[in-house]
């Protein structure tokens, strides 16, 4: 690709420390089309320095954004985003690979009308029943192993944005890349639309003992204190009420990837009862958000999980052994 084209995707990812996103930058400088990839990482100023310029060398381009500080994380992803200048935008996490084909396949899907594109997520730990019950827990509704087709939501992250969509949130967008179901429902009141894109296959790590009652607690937590922000005291009680229903509601979601994973035997023994488990601890923690929201120690404690998950597992799977 010539260089007065610019790049065709732009990576957004925050961080940190560079040390903490150098084997995410590394599986994309081995991307078929680096040329076409702008990297658009985010830091805090003192960690900026020690930024590794040979690792871009590759790429169509890079931006280092220095911050005085990346937490709350969700305003320093909407500071990447209008500092990328790529059409399209991939929002990537410290935690989550890009496999061989991933870059090449989400631009081309972006040749189409969709305004996101959620790429096929596999597990890059899967070695044991609550990590698989992580996975599925939260990105089973997108696993690589289903078909392609429009789906009616993606991930707030780890999927990829014509840009002038996010862009054209406004002020809206340093709190739509937060976690919750802020920004999906902002999208879906524009009518944007998502596709679900199983050629663009990443990896995504996923708690597996340290920390993992805890982040499912937290993960609900944030749902529901997000949406107590949005909605009446009314409508949080109706919800509060009906919390016993959403374990079935979570599970039946994931259920077309249960049966595919079941049939080739991939699960390890355990994994649905820690789907159960993770599922009811998941919806205690969304009732209790509905009720009295999110304290500054429960978001630090998901930001913690959220940039050093890496070092809560035993071993992560290398882009090459995942293909």
């Known amino acids: 690709m010539s260089e007065s084209r610019g790049p065709e995707l732009s990576v957004i990812l925050v961080a940190d420390s560079f040390e903490k996103i150098a084997p995410v930058i590394a599986a994309f400088a081995a991307q078929s089309v680096v040329e076409s990839i702008e990297m658009v990482i985010v830091l805090p100023t003192d960690a900026a320095e020690n930024t590794d310029a040979t690792r871009f060398a590759k790429f169509s381009s890079v931006k280092v954004v220095k911050l005085d500080h990346v937490l709350p994380m969700g ?19 410290t935690h989550s690979f890009p496999l061989a084909g991933f870059a090449e396949a989400i631009i081309e899907a972006h040749k189409d009308p ?5 790429p096929g997520i596999g597990n890059a730990n899967p070695s044991g029943a609550r990590s698989w019950s992580s996975f599925l827990l939260d990105y089973g509704y997108w696993f690589s192993g289903l078909s392609a087709a429009q789906v ?27 976690s919750g179901d802020a920004l999906p429902m902002a999208l879906k009141a524009r009518n944007s ?3 679900f894109e199983p050629r663009a296959r990443m990896i995504h790590v996923n708690l597996e003992r340290r920390g993992w009652a805890d982040e499912r607690y937290l993960s609900g937590l944030v749902v529901g204190a997000n949406r107590g922000k949005r909605w009446s005291l009314s409508r949080r009680l109706v919800y509060f009420a009906a919390s016993p229903l959403v374990p079935f509601v979570l599970i039946y979601r994931n259920s077309s990837a249960l049966r595919h994973l079941h049939s080739q035997r991939l699960l390890p023994p355990g994994t649905g009862g820690a789907i159960v488990a993770g599922s009811i601890v998941r919806t205690f923690g969304e009732a209790i958000g509905y009720l009295v929201g999110l304290s500054p120690k429960a978001e630090s404690r998901m930001e913690e999980y959220e940039l050093n998950k890496v070092h809560y597992v035993s071993r992560v799977l290398r882009p090459d052994e995942a293909s």
């Open 75 to 93: 305003p320093s992803r909407a500071v990447g985003i209008r500092a990328a200048t790529a059409p399209v935008v991939f929002i990537g996490e």
């Open 114 to 118: 969709w305004e996101v594109i959620v």
């Open 152 to 178: 009616p939501s993606g991930p707030t992250w780890n999927a990829s944005y014509k840009r002038e969509v996010l862009i054209g949130l406004g002020p809206l967008l340093d709190g739509a890349m937060s």
């Open 193 to 195: 639309r998502y596709y």
